[in-house]
């Protein structure tokens, strides 16, 4: 009986299939007879998630409604359906399930990846199979025909399926229960709105919160300094006092009492210069790699996120979603055997410092289920290199070069402290002389650093002559959260907590959210309204600021719940801990909610007004952008996905979707094309091979074509 390989998505599906010689079939690939499948076998796939959690009305009709008197949401067992749109794929999975005796779970090694697979097999009735794991880190041919040849049993599978699915049904109480509890609650304020909360969501906007709260309450104080240009004999150079005042008046009563001009003449008591080195950067992790293009390019964490699957799939790198930045001797070695070829990928050609592996990189007690995100072995021809987007590109050489910088030279510098006396007041400089640039030279981001200007010879007791004066500055805010910041702070968040104890705890799971789903919630509190992004900087909105001080003070803005539930999540994964034990502490802590909420609530003054939320019957009172270019009569208004006439009752058709290639069509260009019949150049189009590219929109005909600059 053919054995059935399960793949999370279909193009992880045809990697597999790219190691085999497959015939095709609609919804499902068969693999021919051959040494690893003899009689040949089935590979099928979901599409995400195939099945999910029934909605709360499906438990009890009380619970279609939301009112308070129907909470809290607690069914006695949890119930799981074939998820909208889905239905086709899942009959075609079930039929195969349900036909073999041995099934392959082959979904991605992780958490979620457990959950989808046993999700679906258990939705499809299949019973009594034997279940096999497929554990690889990478999707190239080798690795998927030596993963397939050494299947792992699933008992480790199934500890992390408890753990997702528990994960999964904590979530759905506190989303449930949560978001109508304080929606209605507000509702009842005069906040007309729908306020989501979630387990991780609700700390993370919070941080968010307090960060503005921070940058909005800063009074800038100003104080001063004294500092001093010095001229000797071979060049000029910088100094500064050891004095920070925030009165005037005591800075120039400091010099006053060692009768310093602005010219007065100062002699070099010492000059110390030590020799230091910095060693390469450690390998990247998803957060790393996140972090460092959202810095670089301003790229969304979400959007390095789907790039990097993008590029796993096209077999180009190892398994995105790891926290690790290590690896093991056996990834060393492919990567110390092709050296210079991944450094002629970069054109950056070096020798090589050493081929000793280092425990800064390579350490196997350090790599769990995931190693360190490295490049593949295969190798980019130049045409593939070549088709490869702008961020695609700008990810893939970020790796090669993070794991090239593992064998070159440190770099090498010279730190020089020069202390310069003026009438006994000392005067401390220190400067940085590059001896040699090392690792840094493969990346070219150092450029762009902050230039250091090396310091002049200096010699003890050497006489200079000074320009001195009093510098005013003044104490700035501390700065707003970007992207890349958030996906940090989320990580790290165990310094901002005051307990100790909860810190610990915060510090062992790392914080807020996981390495896979970090950037998916920054986009779900940004798609509920909740903070806005603008030019990379994030920022809190009002209706962010109403559930914030809705939640203060209650466990629910606390980044150190959410910490304890995932401590108690991964003694689950290792099989130390129940699901039933945890889901009721979740029931605990939602009926906690519905008995202390209400009364905080009335006893927290909101007043931010949110402007009102846009009914089903708006699209009659929006206001015209143009009038219509095809029925002349009617005029093109805004919907909420797309623009149309006015006159379509009267039967207008002319329409224009609100995105096009992924690029979002304002009320201004589409006021363009119906009045000129073109908009200006337009920014940022991305093709379905993800090339972004510019060009003009024109309507020809009724319809947006696109319309590119002759040279």
Not at 266 to 278: A, F, H, L, P
């Amino acid at each position: 009986m053919k054995p059935v390989i399960l793949a999370e998505k279909p193009s992880q599906a045809k990697a597999y299939a790219d190691a085999f010689k497959v015939k095709r079939h609609e919804g499902y690939l068969e693999i021919q007879p051959c040494p690893i499948f003899p009689e040949g076998a089935y590979i099928t796939w979901g599409i995400g998630h195939l099945v999910e959690l029934k909605e709360p009305k499906a438990y009890d009709p009380k619970w279609n409604k939301w009112s308070l008197a129907s909470l809290p949401i607690l069914p006695e067992k949890y119930e799981f359906q074939i998820a909208k749109g889905k239905f086709k794929q899942f009959s075609v999975v079930k039929k195969l399930l349900k036909a073999t005796d041995t099934v392959i779970n082959a979904c991605d090694v992780d958490r979620e990846g457990s959950n989808i697979f046993y999700s679906i097999y258990n939705q499809s009735g299949a019973r009594g199979q034997t279940i096999k794991r497929l554990w690889i880190n990478s999707l190239e041919i080798e690795e998927v025909l030596k993963g397939f040849s050494n299947l792992q049993d699933n008992r480790k599978d199934l500890l992390l399926y408890d753990e997702a699915k528990a994960r999964q049904i904590s979530d759905w109480l506190v989303g449930m229960n949560g978001s109508r509890l304080y929606s209605l609650l507000l509702q009842g304020q005069g906040i007309k709105e729908v306020f989501p909360i979630g387990r991780v969501q609700s700390p993370t906007i919070f941080l968010i919160y307090q960060r503005q709260l921070e940058i909005e309450q800063f009074v800038s104080e100003p104080f001063y300094e004294i500092e001093a240009t010095f001229h000797a004999e071979k060049g000029a150079y910088k100094g500064k006092a050891k004095a920070k005042e925030s009165k005037k008046e005591k800075i120039q009563a400091l010099l006053s009492n060692h009768y310093i001009q602005p010219n007065s003449p100062g002699v070099i008591t010492s000059v110390e210069k030590v020799d230091k080195r910095t060693p390469p950067p450690q390998l990247h992790s998803l957060s790393t790699l996140q972090a460092t293009a959202n810095r670089l390019w301003k790229t969304s964490p979400a959007d390095v996120l789907k790039t990097m699957q993008g590029l796993y799939e096209k077999k180009l790198v190892s398994y995105p979603r790891t926290d690790a930045r290590h690896i093991t001797p056996n990834e060393f070695s492919y990567i110390a055997a092709q050296v210079s070829a991944y450094q002629q990928i970069i054109g950056l050609p070096f020798e090589v410092a050493s081929l000793v592996p280092k425990k800064r990189y390579v350490d196997s007690s350090k790599v769990q289920e995931h190693y360190a995100i490295i490049p593949t072995k295969k190798l980019p021809t130049p045409a593939k290199l070549g088709g490869l987007s702008i961020l695609e590109r700008n990810l893939y050489e970020e790796i090669v070069r993070t794991t090239l910088a593992m064998f070159h030279s440190d770099y090498l510098y010279t730190e020089t402290k020069v202390t310069t006396d003026v009438n006994g007041l000392p005067f401390f400089t220190t400067g940085k002389t590059e001896r040699d640039q090392g690792w840094k030279a493969l990346f070219t981001r150092s450029s762009k650093e902050k230039e250091e200007h090396p310091l002049p010879p200096l010699q003890e007791k050497e006489k200079v002559e000074s320009e001195i004066g009093i510098k005013e500055g003044k104490t700035m805010p501390p700065k707003p959260y970007t992207e890349g910041q958030l996906i940090a702070m989320m990580k790290t968040c165990g310094k901002l907590v005051e307990d100790k104890l909860e810190t610990e705890i915060l510090k062992e799971v790392e914080g807020l959210g996981t390495e896979a789903t970090r950037s998916g919630i920054i986009e779900t509190i940004k798609r509920h309204g909740y903070i806005s992004v603008s030019k990379n900087i994030v920022s809190i909105t009002d209706k962010g600021r109403v559930l914030c001080q809705a939640i203060e003070g209650n466990l629910l803005a606390s980044p150190s719940m959410t910490a304890k539930w995932e401590t108690y999540l991964r003694k689950i994964g290792n099989g130390e801990g129940s699901m039933d034990r945890f889901l009721g502490s979740i029931a605990k802590f939602i009926q906690s909610l519905m008995d202390e909420v209400p009364n905080q609530l009335n006893t927290k003054q909101i007043n931010i007004k949110l402007a009102p939320r846009a009914s089903k019957f708006d699209k009659f009172k929006r206001d015209p952008i143009v009038a219509c270019p095809k029925c002349q009569k009617g005029s093109i208004i805004a919907h909420k996905n797309f623009y149309g006439c006015t006159e379509y009752k009267n039967g207008c058709t002319q329409t224009f979707n609100g995105y096009f290639l992924k690029k979002k069509i304002t009320p201004s260009q589409i006021k363009l094309l119906c009045t000129k019949g073109k908009t200006n150049i337009i920014k940022g189009f991305e093709a379905e091979n993800g090339q972004k590219f510019d060009a003009s929109l024109a309507l020809v005909e009724g319809k947006i074509k696109l319309e590119f600059k002759k040279e």
